[in-house]
């Protein structure tokens, strides 16, 4: 078992941390549905009038290219890891932005590319049986289609294996570099859109701003995809100290290195990590500390559920490790109340442990529900035994009966271990039907949507 002293450092540090903010979401989607608007006014502005049936398909067709072509940049924002979506809106809500807003971009694409073939085609005095060979003619003719059909092909593709029962057949690492190909789709269809959209050509205010747009959206990957984890690697230096077998199928990983405290990392907060041994090089996977970040010391515990987390358990002493991040929302800042009962869900007990170890608090303010399969599953067990007993903090456990029969956890159950539940803040984390269910629990016995913290993933 592994053991990480310095719990009462490590709620200074959380203190003076605590700077409770509103999320940004809300105006985040105000400027969405702004720059929506924006380019429909833009369409709107440069439409004339529409007789013939073969131009209000064209003109269809230019209205969900400017939409995908918004969104795509859009898209591409999402991936950027831009410290004020990922550790303010939370990594979790801007994943689930990023897969809603891929959907609507592919369609709009798709629907842009049959809608103006179809249109030319019509227009052309041609059948709706020739659309092919006016989507080839359009290829060959007109500038930049060529790499624009590459990227739509790319585009439709990653949708394809991003579909549910699809992706769950592909090896996580495969499908995650796969996705980077969003970044050369997003490339080669930027440019047929400044070199044949109609509203570029007649408003050249337009194209200075698809211009800005892109660039931004460009500038801001470059930095945080690039940039700022090359400056965090170059100034930590993070190494593997030891990897300890915690229980069956689960194991904890130290890394030591240099001045990690300044890495901005936060009980609760996540990485991606990479280690640079044999097999494990191309491979980044995201785990949450399990106990604050020290100075010198950093630690994740990870069940073994995957070829990559299996592989862990074979970590030597001194290999290296690149990290990106820190990453996520669930922080002690979310806090606004006094009580906090934390709610973990298997794996999900890793952040919730840290933020049980640093969370302020007195006596009788902090609770733990730990959800498992059986108490052999209950992963830092004595530490948190511990964690308890020195703060003076309640901890409870919901595993399996010996028949296999799941614990109770609903609004009446919930009201009868704590009472006072409506008063209380809560951190939840764990699978996304075990957190699903929890919320829906937690709701049902009285605390507010506001009070209720959550991040879940689904690798």
Same mark, same amino acid.
Request: hydrophobic fraction near 45%.
């Given at each position: 078992?592994? /053991?990480?002293?310095?719990g009462?450092a490590?709620?200074?540090?959380?203190l003076?941390?605590? %700077?409770?903010?509103r999320s940004?979401?809300v105006?985040?989607?105000?400027?969405?549905?702004a720059?929506?608007?924006?380019?429909? =006014?833009l369409?709107?502005?440069? &439409?004339?009038s529409?007789?013939?049936?073969g131009?209000?398909?064209?003109?269809?067709?230019?209205i969900?290219?400017?939409?995908?072509?918004?969104?795509?940049?859009?898209?591409?924002?999402?991936?950027a890891r831009?410290?004020?979506?990922?550790?303010?809106?939370?990594?979790?809500r801007?994943?689930?932005?990023?897969?809603?807003?891929?959907?609507?971009?592919l369609?709009?694409?798709?629907?842009?590319?049959v809608?103006?073939m179809?249109g030319?085609?019509?227009?052309?005095g041609?059948?709706?049986?020739?659309?092919?060979?006016q &989507?080839?003619?359009?290829?060959?003719?007109?500038?930049?289609m060529?790499k624009?059909?590459?990227?739509?092909?790319?585009?439709?593709?990653?949708? $394809?294996i991003?579909i549910?029962?699809?992706r769950k057949r592909?090896p996580?690492?495969?499908?995650?570099?796969?996705?980077l190909? +969003?970044?050369?789709?997003?490339?080669?269809t930027?440019?047929?859109q400044?070199?044949?959209g109609?509203?570029?050509?007649? /408003?050249?205010?337009?194209? &200075?701003?698809?211009?800005?747009?892109?660039?931004?959206?460009t500038?801001?990957?470059?930095?945080?995809?690039?940039?700022?984890?090359i400056?965090?690697?170059?100034?930590?230096r993070?190494?593997?100290?030891?990897v300890i077998?915690e229980s069956?199928?689960?194991?904890?990983?130290?890394?030591?290195g240099?001045?990690?405290?300044?890495?901005?990392?936060?009980?609760?907060?996540?990485?991606? =990590?990479?280690?640079? *041994?044999?097999?494990?090089?191309?491979?980044?996977?995201?785990?949450?500390?399990?106990?604050? @970040?020290?100075?010198?010391m950093?630690?994740?515990t990870?069940?073994?559920?995957?070829d990559?987390?299996?592989?862990?358990r074979?970590?030597?002493p001194g290999?290296?490790v690149?990290?990106?991040g820190?990453y996520?929302a669930?922080?002690a800042?979310? !806090?606004?109340r006094?009580?906090?009962?934390?709610?973990?869900?298997?794996?999900?007990? +890793?952040?919730?442990? *840290?933020?049980?170890?640093?969370?302020?608090?007195?006596?009788g303010?902090?609770?733990?529900?730990?959800?498992?399969?059986?108490?052999?599953?209950?992963a830092?067990?004595?530490? $948190?035994a511990?964690?308890?007993?020195?703060?003076?903090?309640?901890?409870?456990?919901?595993?399996?009966?010996?028949e296999g029969?799941?614990?109770?956890?609903s @609004?009446?159950?919930? !009201? %009868?271990k704590? @009472?006072?539940?409506e008063?209380h803040d809560?951190?939840?984390?764990?699978?996304?039907?075990?957190?699903?269910?929890?919320?829906?629990?937690?709701?049902?016995?009285?605390v507010? &949507?506001? !009070?209720?913290?959550?991040e879940?993933?689904e690798m």
């Amino acid at each position: 078992m592994s /053991t990480i002293a310095g719990g009462r450092a490590a709620r200074r540090q959380t203190l003076r941390r605590i %700077r409770p903010r509103r999320s940004p979401a809300v105006p985040l989607l105000i400027a969405f549905w702004a720059g929506a608007a924006a380019v429909v =006014w833009l369409w709107w502005d440069n &439409t004339p009038s529409i007789a013939d049936q073969g131009s209000k398909l064209v003109n269809a067709g230019r209205i969900t290219g400017l939409l995908g072509g918004y969104l795509m940049a859009l898209v591409v924002l999402q991936m950027a890891r831009v410290p004020a979506l990922e550790r303010r809106v939370g990594s979790d809500r801007v994943a689930r932005w990023h897969a809603m807003t891929g959907r609507y971009t592919l369609c709009l694409v798709v629907a842009h590319v049959v809608l103006t073939m179809y249109g030319y085609a019509l227009q052309a005095g041609l059948t709706h049986t020739a659309i092919l060979q006016q &989507t080839i003619d359009s290829i060959n003719q007109l500038p930049d289609m060529g790499k624009a059909a590459i990227g739509t092909g790319l585009l439709v593709f990653i949708g $394809l294996i991003s579909i549910g029962p699809v992706r769950k057949r592909i090896p996580y690492d495969v499908w995650y570099h796969t996705h980077l190909l +969003t970044y050369a789709a997003t490339f080669l269809t930027f440019w047929h859109q400044i070199s044949t959209g109609n509203e570029f050509a007649v /408003t050249p205010a337009a194209k &200075t701003g698809w211009y800005v747009l892109y660039g931004s959206v460009t500038a801001l990957v470059v930095w945080y995809r690039i940039f700022t984890p090359i400056r965090l690697n170059l100034r930590h230096r993070l190494r593997v100290e030891a990897v300890i077998e915690e229980s069956p199928g689960i194991v904890s990983v130290l890394m030591s290195g240099r001045r990690l405290h300044r890495m901005g990392a936060e009980a609760g907060q996540f990485f991606r =990590w990479r280690f640079l *041994a044999p097999g494990m090089r191309f491979s980044s996977h995201p785990y949450s500390l399990s106990a604050a @970040p020290r100075p010198n010391m950093l630690r994740i515990t990870v069940k073994a559920i995957g070829d990559h987390s299996s592989a862990l358990r074979d970590l030597e002493p001194g290999t290296r490790v690149w990290a990106e991040g820190p990453y996520g929302a669930l922080t002690a800042g979310k !806090r606004s109340r006094g009580k906090v009962l934390l709610v973990a869900g298997g794996v999900g007990i +890793t952040p919730m442990r *840290a933020l049980f170890e640093t969370l302020p608090g007195a006596a009788g303010d902090l609770t733990l529900l730990y959800r498992a399969n059986s108490t052999q599953d209950l992963a830092l067990w004595d530490e $948190l035994a511990q964690i308890a007993q020195e703060r003076g903090a309640r901890l409870m456990y919901a595993v399996n009966s010996p028949e296999g029969e799941r614990p109770d956890i609903s @609004p009446d159950s919930l !009201r %009868r271990k704590i @009472p006072d539940i409506e008063r209380h803040d809560v951190f939840l984390c764990g699978p996304p039907g075990f957190a699903q269910g929890v919320y829906e629990a937690l709701r049902g016995a009285g605390v507010p &949507t506001r !009070r209720i913290h959550h991040e879940s993933f689904e690798m």
